[in-house]
């Protein structure tokens, strides 16, 4: 359902106003981003020990909540005592707010699609040094950063590795998740090319059905519920469509 009210509903007033918002998860989700993103773009601030201070006041974080203020502090000084990045070959470190990125046209002999991966990191695994080395005997590192609770899916990784055989064809791709508040990485991510090739095809079939369910809904738009159906339960708190839908099962306050 939540698929549905971003991909059908987007133009709703409602909808639009909740998709412009961002609840206080996805606001320290972001700001530990651009957080990481200040301390690469701007090196000499990982030296210095007031570091942390000068990136906060670039995020603004005085704008913010108490509780946004407080744990993304604590992201900055946990990053700045142990920058994961350091002296990593980086090809692409995004600020979060992008906004999405560039499609990549995936097509083949039976099928067709358009592939949308937003990649938080990409490095270069190994001594930064080796530049001499052909790419194809380099691995390539596609890291997602995480904050809170939020989970490690295996299938986020998956589509990353997919959409790095068009991005980066030169390389060998693994992926991996690191939640900057917590301190924590996850398992190394590495499928095989034939993984990759079943993967792919799964993508195709479900980017088939997400047409139909759109077009569905715009003949049908009655049908919502049945065509996008909901999943209520504890993961309802952190979405931001929580406060209209009829099936969140987070209370709704009483105005």
Known sequence: MRRGFIKARQHEPQVKALLKSATPSQRIGLLAQKGVYEFHHNPHLLKRDDGVEKVAQLLKLNYTTTEVQQRVLQILKNYHSSPLLHNKQIIQLTRGDEGFPKPIAVEKQDYRFRLYAAMDCVFIEGDINIQHQPASLRTLHILDFKTGKSPFDRRQALVYLVA??????????I??????????????????????????????????????D??????????????????????????????????????????
């Open 164 to 173: 790095a055989r068009y991005l980066y064809p030169e390389y060998q791709a």
């Open 175 to 212: 992926a991996s998740f690191y939640n900057l508040e917590v301190g924590k990485k996850s398992e190394l991510i590495v499928i095989s090319d034939s993984e990759l090739d079943k993967i792919e095809q799964e993508l195709a079939n479900i980017a088939t059905k997400h047409q139909q």
């Open 214 to 255: 759109i077009e569905r809904y715009q003949q049908k738009a009655q049908f919502f519920n049945t065509i996008f159906p909901p999943n209520p339960g504890y993961h309802c708190r952190f979405c931001p469509f929580n406060s209209i839908c009829q099936f969140s099962s987070v209370p709704k306050k009483i105005v």
